[in-house]
């Protein structure tokens, strides 16, 4: 394939750490592009959900923002309507999904008169519990956080993948607004094109990444512009698909790229031996059939859109106009009483009022 120093095999592309370092510079600026245009892309098709969905959270965080109608700082009382209908859900479910310790529960299928299944399900659920509440030490509060985000935004994400900088597990919560799909897609998450999740990684995690082998060599140097050093540098990491062994058969991989710079920092397989199915018989023996995709990402969904898009429903949308009728009841309640409460008068020929005098009548 044009671009790549030497021909890759599967088994090179499974075992590298970086494939980016076989590639050729011009290849790796066009795919930098294919990156961000698929991502600006996908962002575009979810525009309308997105600018829903800030309204939404507005509403369900209290957001005061000042009144100059029907009088500047006029009553602007805000009602917890989808807060409390988010905490609602939480409190119910969080029991419900993690009891004490035992988070994982094994389920056996098929005979088992001898317990032997049941036994080993057991060993494996007291594996996983201990792995999610002692090992991954974000997971608890995370899962906590997921509970009350998931009603009011109508879906988010767990990423879930090996951390070799931590050299341990990780389950990340991400939010929607993160998490980038294209909307009009009715495909689940392991059939999507194209899933692109928006990071920010500080210069002294990038230096750690490079250190390693996870980013090329020059990658610090390569950001030292984009902003001051206390501040996050932001990137898109890309799940898709290309074409990297000139077999004419696109593969799955993870490209990270730097928005500011529109360079890519790693390539990585999304793939393992196990995932790769061959043809065994025919004229088109020992070419790649399938590869099936290891999938990072877990989709908790509240409330599926009517219309089959990508992106669901949560309180946040359907309780909006609820949320704000009842608001603008409220504060017209109390306007209405502070003008019954600031009454004013008339000025009559007695008072004396020289022909210049400025007379101003407060509200009422």
Known sequence: MLGVKAKLKIEDLIR????AEELDKPLLSKIAIEVIRGY??????????????????KVAKQVMERKTYPWPDSANVKYPLIAQSSLQFASRAYPELVKGSKVVQGKVTGSDPEGLKKARADRISDHMSY?????????????????????VLGCVFRKTFYDPVLQRNRSDLCLPNDVVVNNDTTRDLDSC?????KISLYRNEITERERVGLFLEGSVESIEEDTGEDKPHDFLEQHCWMDLDGDNYDEPYVVTVN????????????????????IQEGPNKGMVERID??????????????????YDYGFGRLLFAINEAV????????????????????????FGRQKNDIIRLEAG
């Open 16 to 19: 590298s750490q970086n494939i």
């Open 40 to 57: 600006d892309l996908d962002e575009d098709s979810r525009t309308e959900w997105t600018s829903q969905n800030e309204e939404s959270v």
């Open 131 to 151: 792995q999610l509440i002692e090992q991954m030490s974000e997971w608890e509060e995370e899962f906590d956080k997921l509970l009350h985000a998931l009603p």
């Open 193 to 197: 094109r194209r899933i692109t999740h």
């Open 259 to 278: 928005r500011f710079n529109q360079r890519v920092f790693r390539i990585v397989s999304r793939f393992d031996q196990k995932s790769v199915q061959m």
């Open 293 to 310: 995709p290891v999938q990072y990402f877990t989709k908790y969904s509240f409330i599926p859109d009517f219309e089959g898009k990508f």
């Open 327 to 350: 608001n603008t009841t409220i504060n017209e309640l109390l306007d209405a009483g502070a003008l019954a409460n600031l009454q004013s008068g008339f000025v009559s020929k007695q």
